[in-house]
């Protein structure tokens, strides 16, 4: 069975800290550039960060110097380390396939983890 489970998220205070999990089925895993997507109210879901199978990794300029993706293959896991976090960055975060530094998703998703970043 197909499944995206994300988690870690929760309300922090500007230039806090938080860190995303996300646990996705083997086979999507495996294969796939994994990426984290964010949706903010009233705004389109974006995508803010991809790491290849072999740990390359891509970030918006938004999020740039700030998030790190990373991946263990072990866990089949995806993590996103979200420090100096803004206002902004408010949003419900979901994993995904990515392809490159693009968005791709599958035709489905995860309930996602809400941030909310108090100012």
């Known amino acids: 069975q197909v499944q995206l489970v994300e988690s870690g998220g929760g309300l922090v205070q500007a230039g806090g800290s938080l860190r995303l999990s996300c646990v996705a089925s083997g086979t999507i895993f495996s294969i796939n550039t994994m990426g984290w997507y964010r949706q903010a109210p009233g705004k389109q879901r974006e995508l803010v960060a991809t790491v290849t199978p072999g740990g390359s990794t891509n970030y918006a300029d938004s999020v740039k110097g700030r998030f790190t993706i990373s991946r263990d293959s072990a866990k089949n896991t995806v993590y996103l380390q979200m420090n100096s976090l803004k206002p902004e960055d408010t949003a419900v975060y979901y994993c995904?396939?990515?392809?490159?530094?693009?968005?791709?998703?599958?035709?489905?998703w995860g309930q996602g983890t809400q941030v909310t970043v108090s100012s």
């Open positions: 995904n396939r990515a392809f490159g530094s693009r968005s791709y998703p599958y035709d489905f």
